[in-house]
T-cell receptor, first 116, second 117 residues
Framework: KNQVEQSPQSLIILEGKNCTLQ??????????LRWYKQDTGRGPVSLTI?????NTKSNGRYTATLDADTKQSSLHITASQLSDSASYIC???????????????FGKGTHLIIQP | GAVVSQHPSRVICKSGTSVKIECRSL??????MFWYRQFPKQSLMLMAT?????????EQGVEKDKFLINHASLTLSTLTVTSAHPEDSSFYIC?????????????FGPGTRLTVL
C-alpha cells in the first residue's frame, strides 16, 4: 500500500531559527514529490516539486531534498519567520494513469508553529 | 503559478438544505478537477475526480447522490452537498490539474468552510 509518513507531527521553534521536516514514502512507481504549505483555513500552496533525478530544490528560504533510493525527503526552513507557521504537507505522485486520485498520496502534514 | 478560486469561502446553512460550492480555474483550462474534504488537523481526503463532460468518479465510501458534482466547462466544477447534515460540516478544497504544465500539477483552491447547523 502506498504511504507517506511525515515527522514530526508538530514542531515549535523560535523565530529566526532553522528547522527540518521529514517525509518518508513507500509509493512505487514514483513520479515526483511535492511539498505544500497550508495556512490555517486555506488551501495548500506548492513550495517545491522534485522528480526522480533531482536531489535538491530551493524556493527562497525553503530547501527540499530528495533521496529516491531511500525514499526520503526533507524540507529545510532557514531563518524562520512568524508567517512560516502553517502545516507542511508532503505529497508523492505516481505516474498519472488516468484513474482517480491522480496518483497522489498525501502525508498527514507537520504542524509548525513559530514563536516570537 | 496557475490560480484556482472557490466560492463561497465560508457558508453556514441549516440542516436539510443544499449547498453549492464552485471551483474555477482562472488562467488555464482544466479537463480534470478534484474535490477534497479536510477535517481539523487531518490531511486532505479525496472525495471525487471531476471530468469535464462526463460523470465524476467517486472514491469508496463517498455517496454520489449526496455529493453531486458537475463539470460543465473546462474552467468550472461545482460540488453540491444535498440535504446537508451537521456531520457534513468540514473544509472542502478543490484542485484543478494543468495538463500543459511540466509536472501535470494540481493547483488547489483556497477552500470552503461549510458549517451545517
Amino acid at each position: 500500500k502506498n504511504q507517506v509518513e511525515q515527522s514530526p507531527q508538530s514542531l515549535i521553534i523560535l523565530e529566526g531559527k532553522n528547522c527540518t521536516l521529514q517525509c518518508n514514502y513507500t509509493v512505487s512507481p514514483f513520479s515526483n514529490l511535492r511539498w505544500y504549505k497550508q495556512d490555517t483555513g486555506r488551501g495548500p500552496v506548492s513550495l517545491t516539486i522534485m522528480t526522480f533525478s533531482e536531489n535538491t530544490k530551493s524556493n527562497g528560504r525553503y530547501t527540499a531534498t530528495l533521496d529516491a533510493d531511500t525514499k526520503q525527503s526533507s524540507l529545510h526552513i532557514t531563518a524562520s519567520q512568524l508567517s512560516d507557521s502553517a502545516s507542511y504537507i508532503c505529497v508523492v505522485s505516481a505516474p498519472y494513469s488516468g484513474g482517480g486520485a491522480d496518483g497522489l498520496t498525501f502525508g498527514k502534514g507537520t504542524h509548525l508553529i513559530i514563536q516570537p | 503559478g496557475a490560480v484556482v478560486s472557490q466560492h463561497p469561502s465560508r457558508v453556514i446553512c441549516k440542516s436539510g438544505t443544499s449547498v453549492k460550492i464552485e471551483c474555477r480555474s482562472l488562467d488555464f483550462q482544466a479537463t480534470t478537477m478534484f474535490w477534497y474534504r479536510q477535517f481539523p488537523k487531518q490531511s486532505l481526503m479525496l472525495m471525487a475526480t471531476s471530468n469535464e463532460g462526463s460523470k465524476a468518479t467517486y472514491e469508496q465510501g463517498v455517496e454520489k447522490d449526496k455529493f453531486l458534482i458537475n463539470h460543465a466547462s473546462l474552467t468550472l466544477s461545482t460540488l453540491t452537498v444535498t440535504s446537508a447534515h451537521p456531520e457534513d460540516s468540514s473544509f472542502y478544497i478543490c484542485s484543478a490539474r494543468d495538463p500543459w504544465g511540466p509536472y501535470n500539477e494540481q493547483f488547489f483552491g483556497p477552500g470552503t468552510r461549510l458549517t451545517v447547523l
